[in-house]
């Protein structure tokens, strides 16, 4: 992505001007802490997104994860969806100076979007823990209709606990993290 310590020196100035009361206020109670993986090449590896792909970024703040895939994977389709007006005004900014045609951002909550087109989930943490059950059921429904591949890099407890995901591989991070990718059981 061009100008990448540029965007970073913006993205602290957007993130320590932000006020998570308003922003409850505005789009209720939602983990909007930021972060993002610094895993992306061993991720990608992993999933290697095809011509038949709709990635998508749950909680997909300045959309690195988006870019990286959009970059280094082009026939496959990237989606993000983030709720907060400031990252995603960032993000389409970006998207615009990148020029890339195979990014699709929303500007909405998860939960009122139509991700059922989707075949690879990225969640870094979007959520409280309370919230995990709805967008399981939701990714639920979608694996209902084709196979789904998820990339848990946080709570990945209550993705290990479903029927109908299967762990198939995990990247340490450190002693206590990991990033857990999860295959659905049926289509």
Known sequence: ??????????????EDNMDLGEISVRHGIH????????????????????TDDVFY????????????GAEHYPE???????ILDE????SASLLEENGLKNIELFNEDMFDCDFSDGTIFYIYNPLYAEFYPKLLQRL?????KHPITVIAESRCRVFDETDWLIKYDAISIDVVR???????QSA
Do not use: W
């Not at 970024?57 to 990286?68: A, R, T």
């Not at 496959?76 to 983030?82: C, D, S, T």
């Not at 990252?87 to 960032?90: A, I, L, S, V």
């Not at 990991?178 to 659905?184: D, G, L, T």
């Open 1 to 14: 992505m061009k100008g990448g310590e540029k965007v970073e020196g913006i993205i602290q100035t957007i």
């Open 31 to 50: 983990s909007f802490k930021y972060g993002t993986s610094e895993f992306l090449k061993e991720i990608f590896e992993l999933v290697n997104p095809s």
């Open 57 to 68: 970024d749950l909680g997909s703040g300045y959309g690195i994860v988006l870019f990286y």
């Open 76 to 82: 496959a389709q990237f989606k993000g969806i983030e």
């Open 87 to 90: 990252r995603f005004d960032m």
């Open 140 to 144: 639920c429904e979608v694996q209902k």
């Open 178 to 184: 990991q990033i857990h990718f999860y295959r659905s």
